[in-house]
């Protein structure tokens, strides 16, 4: 029996010095677009950890922590899990907690998607692909990205 996910992951948001961001197409549910998404492997995971793994493991993008650095937004969200992934927890789960993380890569870096999880790619403006988002926490993380940045550079 495959193990229980665990309900704390990560959101990374990837995206361009001009504010292009990737979206996903997941293979389980198409027409839903989404950034990087993925559980911690083990509960002592780091979130550093886990987001580089699922970023490379979704994208092939390798965060080498120069020229592709990960910032750790030191947000997270709490949110329902839909009904249709609560089987992956244990029983009685239904609430996960997302830390969101974001990338800036150049706007040519290639992208290998994981066959198993991902079906397609797309840049999009950041407003558009807030609006295409079908997870409300991926949404709100796009949107606030600008704001992210301005911080992130006043720091």
């Known amino acids: 029996m495959k193990p229980y ?50 970023l490379f493991e979704e994208t092939g993008i390798v965060a080498d922590g120069e020229r592709i650095a990960l910032r750790d937004w030191r947000l997270s969200n709490v949110y329902e899990i839909y ?11 239904t609430q996960n907690t997302e830390h969101v993380f974001s990338v800036e890569v150049p706007r040519n870096i290639a992208i290998t998607l994981s066959p198993r999880e991902h079906l397609n790619y797309v840049w999009l403006p950041y407003l558009e692909a807030a609006d295409k988002c079908f997870s409300s926490s991926n949404a709100e993380a796009v949107l606030l990205l600008p704001q992210q940045l301005r911080d992130f550079g006043a720091g």
């Open 5 to 54: 996910k665990i309900p704390e992951s990560v959101l990374v948001v990837i995206h361009t010095a001009d504010l292009h961001v990737l979206l996903i197409e997941r293979a389980d549910k198409p027409g839903y677009w989404q950034s990087v998404t993925g559980s911690l492997d083990a509960p002592d995971e780091p979130l550093l950890q886990t987001a580089a793994r699922e």
């Open 83 to 93: 009904p249709v992934w609560r089987h992956r927890y244990a029983p009685g789960v």
